[in-house]
């Protein structure tokens, strides 16, 4: 579905994507991540014709973007970081608007109007002003404008950026929704988000791509050990040295008390479970065992790793 080659954009004096190259299949859902100007919305910009590139090649369903500019145009349905909406229009004129403009027959429009609301859950909102809608009623609609001509690749740019808690389950929800019928390029810094819908994700940092797998091989690939994390009742001194003393433990550090209760963080091997052995150490000493879990790298936790800066900070 999209293909991109050697991809370069310069602005004077920036290189805002160096040299990046991709590709995602029909059918996938995949999330591209990067810190605020690490290049993200400048290759969005590239893929949805709005922007030339300075060199390399970027393809949608086969064409060039490019060269091909209006046969992209047909078959991709963008949603920028700032949906550009009319407000002083109601949401059904919108639609047919922007339907008419994609191309969508006279004969066609009403009915596809009416599908993309029942699907973004505007349904009772067809006669109310854009400009009165909140934010999360706004975003939909610029989600109904990307499906209207049923387009096969969705480009999605931080499409929760803004919403409460509530509205960001409801667009959420939506996504995954829409992933059953569409390829989707979902860019966002909300990482929760990546997990619950992407099945791949591509991390780009000062404009290169720098990881590209799925959540669970990336947590693997980039897992430096084994940590697990275990509560113990016992002698605070005597239970650490046990631990520290166990095959494969790297180091044990204590954390927070509750009573006789002590939890401990365990730092293990690469690719070693220490578990049995905390059991059994336990079990020898006659320590009551209240927790024992192995924990792995979040991908929070990864993506700071490969950038050197939390997801939502712009990079000084």
């Keep these: 579905m999209i293909r991109v080659t050697h991809?370069?954009?310069?602005?004077?004096?920036?290189?805002?994507?160096?040299d990046v190259s991709f590709r995602i299949e029909p059918g996938e859902v995949v999330g591209f991540l990067g810190v605020n100007g690490a290049g993200?919305?400048?290759?969005?910009?590239?893929?949805?014709?709005?922007?030339p590139a300075t060199s390399g090649t970027a393809e949608v369903a086969g064409f060039d973007v490019f060269r091909d500019s209006l046969e992209v145009r047909r078959r991709i349905g963008y949603l920028p970081e700032n949906?550009?909406?009319?407000?002083?229009?109601?949401?059904?004129?919108?639609?047919?608007?922007?339907?008419?403009?994609?191309?969508?027959?006279?004969?066609?429009c009403r009915r596809r109007v009416q599908e993309v609301k029942d699907r973004c859950g505007l349904k009772d909102a067809g006669r109310r002003i854009i400009g009165q809608l909140s934010r999360?009623?706004?975003?939909?609609v610029g989600l109904a404008d990307c499906l209207v001509h049923d387009p096969e690749l969705l480009i999605l740019d931080e499409p929760t950026l803004g919403l409460d808690p509530a509205q960001v389950i409801q667009v959420r929800e939506l996504i995954r929704a829409l992933a059953r019928r569409h390829t989707i390029l979902l860019s966002t810094h909300i990482l929760p988000e990546v997990e619950a819908v992407c099945r791949r994700v591509l991390i780009i940092n000062r404009g290169r791509i720098v990881a590209s797998d799925s959540p669970g091989q990336l947590r693997e690939n980039l897992q430096s050990g084994a940590?697990?994390?275990?509560?113990?009742?016992g002698p605070a001194d005597e239970v650490r040295r046990g631990l520290?003393?166990?095959?494969d433990v790297r180091s044990v550090r204590p954390d927070e008390e509750d009573g006789p209760w002590r939890r401990y963080l365990i730092e293990g091997?690469?690719?070693?479970?220490?578990?049995?052995?905390?059991?059994?150490?336990?079990?020898?000493?006659?320590?009551?065992?209240?927790?024992?879990?192995?924990?792995?790298?979040?991908?929070?936790?990864?993506?700071?790793?490969?950038?050197?800066?939390?997801?939502?900070?712009?990079?000084?």
Aim: aromatic fraction near 8%; glycine fraction near 6%; charge should be positive.
């Design 244 to 247: 520290e003393a166990l095959p």
């Design 136 to 140: 999360g009623y706004r975003q939909r």
């Design 83 to 108: 949906a550009p909406l009319y407000p002083e229009m109601r949401v059904d004129e919108y639609l047919r608007f922007r339907a008419r403009l994609k191309g969508v027959s006279p004969a066609a």
């Design 227 to 233: 940590r697990a994390v275990t509560e113990i009742a």
């Design 40 to 51: 993200k919305t400048t290759t969005l910009r590239i893929l949805s014709c709005y922007l």
């Design 269 to 316: 091997a690469h690719g070693t479970d220490v578990r049995p052995a905390v059991f059994e150490l336990a079990a020898r000493n006659g320590w009551p065992l209240r927790e024992l879990r192995q924990e792995r790298n979040t991908l929070e936790e990864i993506f700071v790793s490969l950038t050197g800066t939390a997801p939502g900070e712009k990079r000084p």
């Design 7 to 18: 991809l370069t954009k310069r602005f004077a004096g920036c290189v805002a994507v160096d």
